[in-house]
Antibody, heavy 117, light 107 residues
Framework: DVQLVASGGDIVQPGGSLRVSCAASAVTFNTYWVHWVRQVPGKGLVWVSDIKSDGTTATYADSVRGRFTISRDNAKKTVYLQMNSLRVEDTAVYFC??????????WGQGTPVTVSS | DIVLSQSPGTVSLSLGERATLSCRASQSVSNYLAWYQQKPGQAPRLIIYNASNRATGVPDRFSGDGSGTDFNFTISSLEPEDSAFYYCQQRGDWPPTFGPGTKVEVK
C-alpha cells in the first residue's frame, strides 16, 4: 500500500508562516489526488485542501483560502502545504491522505502545528 | 456545506455484541460516503468507502449500507481492538465534510 509521511510541523507565532510536507513511497504518486485534513486534539476532522494528480487544480476550505497554498512535486513524490498568516485557530495536527473512491486512504501519521505567542 | 450528524455519541457494548452507528446527511450525498476508525494518537483508517465497500484488509465484521441521506455502519461482533472513534465523511458535494464521530467502547 502507499505510505504517506507528513512532516514539518512546528510552533509558530500568530501571523507567521510554515510549510508542511507529505512524502509518498509509491511509484504511482503522480496518479492520485492528495488531501490535507486537520484535527484539533480531542476534536473532529476538518478537510483543508486538495490537489490534483498533475498539480493543475487545487481547492481550499473557506477558512484557509487566501492564506494556505498547496503544491506538489511529483518528481520528489511530495505534496506541500504552505501556511501563511497563521492564526491561533489553525493549531491542529495536519494529516495528508490520498483520495480513494469516496474516501481518503493511506493517511500519514500527522504533523502537529501550534500557533501561539 | 453538507452537514453530517452521527448517533449515538457514545456506545458501550460487550465483547461479541453488535454495534450499529448512524450517519445522516443534511442533503443527499448519493453513495459517496466513507467511514473511518481512529484510535488515540493515530491517523484515521479508511474502513468503508462508497457507503458499503470494505477497504483493503478490513475484517468482514465491519459493514456499511445506505444511500442518499441515511447511512449505517455495523460491527457485527465486537472485538477489543474495535474500541475507537468512528467518523463518517462525504464527498458527494464540495467541500468534503466529516461527521462529529461516535465513540465505541468495548467492555
Amino acid at each position: 500500500d502507499v505510505q504517506l509521511v507528513a512532516s514539518g510541523g512546528d510552533i509558530v507565532q500568530p501571523g507567521g508562516s510554515l510549510r508542511v510536507s507529505c512524502a509518498a513511497s509509491a511509484v504511482t504518486f503522480n496518479t492520485y489526488w492528495v488531501h490535507w485534513v486537520r484535527q484539533v486534539p480531542g476534536k473532529g476532522l476538518v478537510w483543508v485542501s486538495d490537489i490534483k494528480s498533475d498539480g493543475t487544480t487545487a481547492t481550499y476550505a473557506d477558512s484557509v483560502r487566501g492564506r494556505f497554498t498547496i503544491s506538489r512535486d511529483n518528481a520528489k513524490k511530495t505534496v506541500y502545504l504552505q501556511m501563511n498568516s497563521l492564526r491561533v485557530e489553525d493549531t491542529a495536527v495536519y494529516f495528508c491522505a490520498r483520495a480513494y473512491a469516496s474516501g481518503f486512504a493511506s493517511w500519514g501519521q500527522g504533523t502537529p502545528v501550534t500557533v501561539s505567542s | 456545506d453538507i452537514v453530517l450528524s452521527q448517533s449515538p455519541g457514545t456506545v458501550s457494548l460487550s465483547l461479541g455484541e453488535r454495534a450499529t452507528l448512524s450517519c445522516r446527511a443534511s442533503q443527499s450525498v448519493s453513495n459517496y460516503l466513507a467511514w473511518y476508525q481512529q484510535k488515540p494518537g493515530q491517523a484515521p483508517r479508511l474502513i468503508i468507502y462508497n457507503a458499503s465497500n470494505r477497504a483493503t484488509g478490513v475484517p468482514d465484521r465491519f459493514s456499511g449500507d445506505g444511500s442518499g441521506t441515511d447511512f449505517n455502519f455495523t460491527i457485527s461482533s465486537l472485538e477489543p481492538e474495535d474500541s475507537a472513534f468512528y467518523y463518517c465523511q462525504q464527498r458527494g458535494d464540495w467541500p468534503p465534510t466529516f461527521g462529529p464521530g461516535t465513540k465505541v467502547e468495548v467492555k
